[in-house]
């Protein structure tokens, strides 16, 4: 339900903008160079000082003292950028677009009643069904496929369309992939890193896996409900359920370097859950009770 939503956003967007001067204090500059020399000043000299203190310590107690962690010690923070530049000015009009018009109707929606907004985000994650089953089948899982189509029948059935997830009564969880996992699972690279407008991080094979996902369900079109105007109408909807119930805001951290940050956290996470993936004994699953009671 994303891919009709981009030419709503984004002409409400540039309307906003067009229409309206707002300040962004909130925002660093552009390229905050100096901000960043100034940071890494800020931590060699702290780390200059508590290496001394160590030093005196280890002295006065007459033992060794621990060796300290060198630059060796962290992992690599390089993703494949290529697109960099681009992808800094689309994360600066995501953050205005966020701060100017998606958090304000977040947060407006949140005020809606809890048992509406669940049956809201129950309804779109049984549609969202549809392109599981159908990619876990192309991935060869089987059984994965088979929990998927019993949770829609359940919930689009017991469940009134979806709105309730009755499928979790029976032990049926929720575990949705899409046809980006689909070529993971094929053997494609994850590729450049890619800031998608109004979406945020992804990747290349992200960006494909989205678009395979729409076609899919523009295709099948459930209850014929991708056609006219109600399909910008639910994906609107949809997108900000979606916003709703994710805490992330940018740069609520004030460091100078969010960028380089998220866009790390975001292609490790995906190369980590491709190497799980791909693993021939997946780890099992923990039972939250047991370890909680040891």
Known sequence: MKAPLYPVLAVLALAGCASQNFSMHSLPAETPAAANAAAIEGA???????????HRGGEQDGAAAAPLVTTADAPSMYSYDPWERLNRFTYRFNARFDEAVFL?????YRRVPAPIRSGVNNFFKNLAEVESILNYAAQLRPKHSAHGLGRFVINSTLGIGGLFDVAKRFNLESELTGFGTTLSKWGMHPGPYFVMPLLGPATLRDSIGLLGDF????????????RGNKTYALGTIDSIDQRSNVSFRYYSTGSPFEYETVRFLYVHKELIEDAALHAKDPPPK?????????
């Not at 780390?47 to 203190?53: D, I």
């Not at 304000?104 to 407006?108: I, L, R, S, T």
């Not at 076609?215 to 991708?226: M, P, S, T």
Request: net charge negative; aromatic share 6%; charged share 20%.
């Open 104 to 108: 304000p109707v977040a947060n407006g």
């Open 215 to 226: 076609g899919v369900a523009y295709a099948i079109d459930v209850a014929h409900i991708y």
């Open 286 to 294: 923990r039972d939250a009770g047991k370890e909680a009671g040891q």
């Open 44 to 54: 060699a000299a702290r780390v200059a000082t508590q290496t001394g203190e160590v």
